[in-house]
C-alpha cells in the first residue's frame, strides 16, 4: 500500500514558517513529483516518470521454475510524465531530487518547459540516475526491427518521443552537487541540506529550513541496516514543522531474511540441476547487494566456480562507479577502505573472474554455464531480458526471480 501526504506538526513556529501544503504532480507516489511552496520560494521535489504495464505470471511445473512474466512487445507500457503543466515551471526556483529511480523524467523538465530553477542531488544519484536514463533509452527508444520510435511518453494532454542521449547530457549538466549533511542557500534565509535515507547510494531526504521554520521530504528509505548504503539518518524526523512523506508502503508480511532465504535455496537448486537462473534488475541500486548475497551464499554451499553476469548497456560502468563510492556507504564499509580492501565484493569477483558484464545477452555464452545472469529491464518487456527468456523458458531447470 503507497501513500502520500503531508503531516504537519501543529505550533506557533508553523504559523511563521509561510509553508503551503503540496500539490502532488504525479497519480502514483510510487512515482513522486510534488509541488510546495516554503516562505514564498516555489520548490518541486522530484522528478519521476511513471511506467505502467501489467503482468502475467505463469509456473511451469517440475523441479526449479521458468516463470513468464510477459516479454517483448507483447505487453503495453505507458510512460507518464508528472502534470508540471499545472504549475507555473517558470516561477519554479529549485528542483531536489532524492534519488537516482525519482529522476527519469528530469531531461523534458530541464530541456522541453520553461523551467529554469536549479537542480540539487548527490553525486551517485546523478550518475546512477544517468545510466538508469541511458538504459531506459536504449530499452525503450527504438523499434530494434522498424527502426522507427517504440514507445511514446504522455505529457499531459500530449505526447512526446522518449529523450535522447543529448537530452539526457545537457540535462544532466545543470545538476548541482550536494553532498550529505551539505547546506546550500537558496534565498531570503531558506537553505537545503540533504540527509541520508538509507535507501540506496546517494539517496537522500531533505530539509528545507529557515530561521522561521524547518520541513522534510522524505522518499523511499529504509532503516535496515542490512545494505551497503550508509544508515538512514533520522535528524529530518524530529525537531521539525511538517514532513512530507511519499513512497511509503507498509511492513513486509515476510521478514526480508525469510524471503532471501528461500530465494537463495531455489537459486541453489537450479544451480545444482544445471539451470539457469534470470533476475531482472534496474543496473544500480539492490543489484550490488543481490550480488554480494548470492555470491556469498553460493561459496558457502560449495559452488566456489559459479560466475554471475550482469548484462546491461551500462554495466561495465555501473559496476566500476559503484566501486568508488566509499564515502556514500555504511561504517563497516568504510572500514574496508582504511584497510585497503575494496568497499564492495564486486571488484574482488570481478578479480577472480566470477563475474563479468556485458553489453548483450549473447556474449554470456562464451563462458561455461549454468548461468546467473542480472538483466534489464525490470519491467520484462525490453531489453537483453527477452532473448534469454526465449531461450530458457522450456526448460523447468531454469528459474526466474523477480
Given at each position: ?55 502475467n ?9 521458468m ?11 505507458r ?5 508540471v ?32 530553477g ?41 505526447v ?59 522518499a ?11 544508515i ?35 537459486i ?135
Amino acid at each position: 500500500m503507497w501513500c502520500t501526504g503531508v503531516c504537519i506538526r501543529l505550533s506557533g513556529k508553523m504559523a511563521r514558517s509561510n509553508f503551503k501544503t503540496q500539490a502532488s504532480l504525479s497519480n502514483n507516489p510510487q512515482f513522486p513529483c510534488t509541488h510546495i511552496v516554503f516562505q514564498h520560494i516555489p520548490i518541486l521535489l522530484d522528478a519521476s516518470l511513471e511506467l505502467q504495464f501489467q503482468r502475467n505470471v505463469e509456473q511451469s511445473q517440475g523441479g526449479a521454475s521458468m516463470v513468464s512474466s510477459g516479454f517483448a512487445s507483447s505487453l503495453p507500457l505507458r510512460m507518464i510524465m508528472p502534470g508540471v503543466s499545472a504549475i507555473a515551471l517558470e516561477d519554479v526556483e529549485c528542483l531536489l531530487i532524492s534519488n537516482c529511480y525519482n529522476m527519469l523524467a528530469l531531461p523534458y523538465i530541464t530541456e522541453y518547459t520553461q523551467f529554469r530553477g536549479k537542480i540539487y542531488a548527490t553525486g551517485p544519484t546523478v550518475e546512477f540516475g544517468r545510466l538508469m536514463m541511458e538504459e531506459l533509452v536504449h530499452n525503450f527508444a527504438i523499434n530494434r526491427q522498424t527502426g522507427e520510435p517504440a514507445y511514446i511518453v504522455e505529457c499531459d494532454n500530449e505526447v512526446r518521443h522518449l529523450y535522447s542521449i543529448n537530452d539526457i547530457e545537457r540535462c544532466m549538466s545543470k545538476v548541482n552537487i550536494l553532498r550529505y549533511d551539505e547546506f546550500r542557500d537558496l534565498r531570503d534565509g531558506v537553505c537545503i541540506v540533504p540527509r541520508s535515507s538509507g535507501f540506496s547510494l546517494g539517496a537522500a531526504n531533505w530539509v528545507i529550513e529557515s530561521p522561521s521554520g524547518k520541513v522534510s521530504y522524505l522518499a523511499a528509505s529504509s532503516n535496515s541496516e542490512f545494505g551497503h548504503s550508509r544508515i538512514i539518518d533520522t535528524s529530518p524526523l524530529s525537531d521539525v514543522d511538517a514532513i512530507i512523506t511519499t513512497q511509503v508502503c507498509k511492513p513486509l508480511e515476510v521478514p526480508l531474511w525469510e524471503s532471501l532465504k528461500v530465494a537463495l535455496d531455489m537459486i541453489a537448486r537450479s544451480i545444482q540441476h544445471h539451470g539457469n537462473i534470470l533476475i531482472p534488475v534496474h543496473p544500480c541500486g539492490n543489484m550490488f547487494e543481490l550480488i554480494s548475497i548470492i555470491s556469498q551464499d553460493l561459496k558457502a554451499r560449495g559452488f566456489t566456480e559459479t560466475p554471475m553476469h550482469v548484462v546491461s548497456p551500462v554495466a561495465k560502468r555501473s559496476l566500476q562507479f559503484a566501486n568508488i563510492q566509499g564515502e556514500w556507504m555504511s561504517k563497516d564499509r568504510q572500514m574496508h577502505i582504511y584497510e585497503a580492501r575494496h568497499p564492495l565484493i564486486l571488484n574482488d569477483l570481478l578479480e577472480e573472474r566470477l563475474l563479468h558484464h556485458h553489453e548483450h545477452a549473447d556474449s554470456i555464452f562464451s563462458y561455461r554455464g549454468p548461468y546467473i545472469v542480472f538483466v534489464g529491464h525490470p519491467s520484462l518487456i525490453a531489453g537483453e531480458f527477452s532473448k534469454l527468456f526465449r531461450r530458457w523458458k522450456r526448460d523447468p531447470r531454469n528459474l526466474l526471480r523477480c
